[in-house]
């Protein structure tokens, strides 16, 4: 935004931006500045903004049967169509950026050519038609030498705005301060990092990945499978996991913390240990590897005794895997294990059961804890957990995004440019003396394109002291 008094060099009052070459006919012009439009800026952001937050709430490429089962099969397809699930390597959100990218730069080209104007062309003689522009101005006259006058308006300039630069121009002389010039810059460099940023986030849209792996005690992968994707990235290197641990609350089964302790092999050698958890990735090669979910590996098996309500053994041991369905002797009901607990309640391994006997079911739980906890489910036979062979999974979210280092880069920039356009003001200060030796006038004018109020206190203070010093060498 151009303050009202800001000064033009003469001929340049009125900006007249040209069409770039080729953009002769109407249309061409219509579309280049439409493009270059502050308003278009403005609407891609809101709508990236908009979208960004739609993409913090549903979850970006899960796995299908996690989105049918938050979401039905019907918003799926909505999701799938379009693209929400992986929104941001969507083909629209990417085009969006693209578009940024142009109006910024449009942007930057169409409007630069003025601003570099204020702060390689400022006018240095101060005229009287410049003097009359100006919002801060202030005049004195004394019967002083012109010299004299000089000689103390470029000390008080200098303390008090920095560095004075001297015009002669005829029966006058401008002293002229302009401080700050690259403060202008700053709205430019700040385009500059969102240009940056959006290359970044680009490069991680096309090149990066996002995959999810199971991981089971004492195994290792070096193959990580996409989201939504029938692919997997091969790594440069092998991923192992040597131990899987979960802490529970006191005397419930919620985890308060899990962790994993990871080994990375790369050409036969351990390279890299690390224990991983919520927040605390590892990683290598700039691929992350989050600790994200955990479970039981579905080859994990449980033996059972099978008693009669005496508690004498009624038939031989069953030995069976979660979800899979048994029966035993001296019972025609179906049991199935739902669900295996390896540290039940912090004690021993337990599994949540399910009996089906005709078109009835009936859950249960049994204990290794407590071996004769079954029997008070009444029935011929009850269930009792000899042993185990259980082995936990743990499950990683692993993300690689060259794109990162950019997105650093843009910020700190964006940064630089934040402090350069509302910390540096781009400060103009001009005092004519005119050599009479009768009577010295001297007029003084100012202006900023930032902290207007501030600068006008400088200015004013500045004035005042410039009278005074004027006054205090009258003849």
């Known amino acids: 935004m151009t303050d009202k008094n800001e000064p033009?060099?003469?001929?340049?009052?009125?900006?007249?931006?040209?069409?770039?070459?080729?953009?002769?006919?109407?249309?061409?012009?219509?579309?280049?500045?439409?493009?270059a439009s502050v308003t278009l800026a403005i609407y891609l952001l809101i709508f990236l903004a908009l979208t960004s937050v739609i993409g913090t709430v549903v979850l970006q490429k899960g796995r299908p049967e996690q989105y049918l089962m938050e979401y039905g099969p019907g918003v799926y397809r909505f999701l799938q169509f379009l693209a929400l699930d992986d929104m941001y390597r969507s083909w629209w959100f990417l085009t969006l950026l693209i578009l940024l990218l142009v109006n910024i730069t449009l942007c930057s080209v169409k409007r630069f050519p003025r601003a570099w104007r204020l702060m390689t062309q400022s006018p240095r003689v101060l005229d009287d038609a410049l003097f009359k522009r100006m919002k801060h101005r202030g005049s004195v006259r004394r019967g002083i030498a012109p010299q004299d006058a000089v000689g103390e308006a470029e000390r008080i300039l200098a303390s008090r705005f920095g560095k004075v630069r001297r015009e002669r121009d005829g029966g006058s002389e401008t002293l002229y301060v302009d401080r700050g010039w690259y403060g202008r810059l700053g709205a430019y460099v700040v385009h500059l990092s969102i240009l940056i940023l959006a290359v970044g986030a680009l490069i991680g849209g096309l090149r990066g990945f996002k995959g999810f792996v199971a991981i089971v005690e004492g195994q290792a992968v070096d193959r990580v499978p996409l989201r939504g994707k029938n692919t997997a990235v091969k790594l440069d290197f092998i991923v192992r996991c040597d131990d899987f641990k979960v802490e529970y609350y006191p005397g419930t089964q919620q985890p308060k913390d899990y962790y994993s302790d990871l080994t990375v092999i790369r050409g036969g050698q351990e390279v890299q240990r690390k224990r991983i958890e919520v927040n605390h990735p590892l990683i290598v090669d700039g691929i992350y590897f989050y600790q994200s979910s955990y479970g039981v590996d579905q080859n994990s098996t449980v033996t059972f005794q099978v008693l009669d309500p005496s508690g004498t053994v009624a038939g031989p041991d069953v030995t069976v895997r979660a979800g899979q369905s048994f029966n035993v002797m001296g019972d025609s009901s179906t049991y199935v294990i739902q669900q295996i607990f390896p540290d039940y309640m912090g004690g021993s391994p337990a599994v949540q059961m399910s009996q089906f006997l005709g078109s009835g079911r009936r859950d249960f739980l049994v204990s290794q804890a407590a071996p004769d906890r079954d029997r008070l489910r009444g029935g011929p036979v009850y269930l009792s957990i000899k042993n185990t062979a259980i082995r936990e999974y743990t499950g990683l979210q692993v993300a690689w995004d060259p794109g990162v280092p950019v997105v650093w880069l843009a910020c700190a920039i964006m940064i630089i440019g934040l402090y350069i356009a509302f910390f540096v003001p781009h400060r103009r200060v001009w005092i004519r003396v005119d050599l009479d030796a009768d009577e010295t006038a001297v007029l003084m004018a100012g202006t900023t394109n930032r902290n207007p109020a501030t600068f006008e206190r400088d200015f004013e203070e500045a004035l005042s002291e410039l009278k005074g010093a004027l006054k205090g060498r009258k003849g």
Not at 9 to 35: I, W
Request: aromatic content about 8%; hydrophobic content about 25%.
């Open 8 to 35: 033009s060099a003469p001929g340049r009052d009125v900006e007249r931006t040209a069409p770039p070459e080729g953009t002769g006919s109407s249309f061409l012009g219509g579309l280049y500045d439409s493009l």
